[in-house]
């Protein structure tokens, strides 16, 4: 390769390299519903892409004692916008289940995001409901 045209490669690489950088969030909590911690609870990290469906991060089940925590990375040009998504039955009809959806903090990524009691009772601004 011709030095100049090499350096201008080497250049766009190095540029690729700060836009798209590897970002992670940590995030834990408790789930709750009617003041009772809530066992096996299917809660998934998201990356929320505008272009792509959401990026499966990471995803787990709450243990007996209603916790969960999630580690996940993503690769992004500009800032990841995590979210999380919680599958539950907390206050939905026999037969259904209701779709919470959290947005991770901005100042979280890159750390650790403790959530504390998620009260699933509470609709969230994103909430949606799934009947069979
Ligand atoms: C998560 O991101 C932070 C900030 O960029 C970094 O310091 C840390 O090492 C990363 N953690 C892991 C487990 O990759």
Request: net charge negative; proline share 3%.
């Amino acid at each position: 390769m011709h030095p100049t045209i090499f350096t201008l490669f080497a250049l766009s690489l190095a540029a690729l390299e700060v836009y798209a950088k590897l970002q992670n969030v940590t995030v834990k909590g408790v789930t709750m519903c009617d003041g009772k911690r809530v066992a096996n609870v299917h809660v998934m990290l998201l990356e929320k892409d505008a272009l792509d469906a959401d990026d499966n991060l990471a995803s787990a089940h709450t243990n007996e004692e209603g916790e969960f925590e999630l580690f996940g990375e993503d690769d992004e040009i500009g800032s990841i916008e995590p979210l999380i998504r919680i599958h539950h039955t907390c206050d939905a009809k026999p037969g259904c289940e209701r779709i919470s959806e959290y947005l991770v903090p901005e100042d979280k990524i890159g750390g650790f995001y403790d959530m504390t009691y998620v009260t699933l009772d509470i609709k969230t601004a994103e909430d949606k409901i799934k009947c069979q």
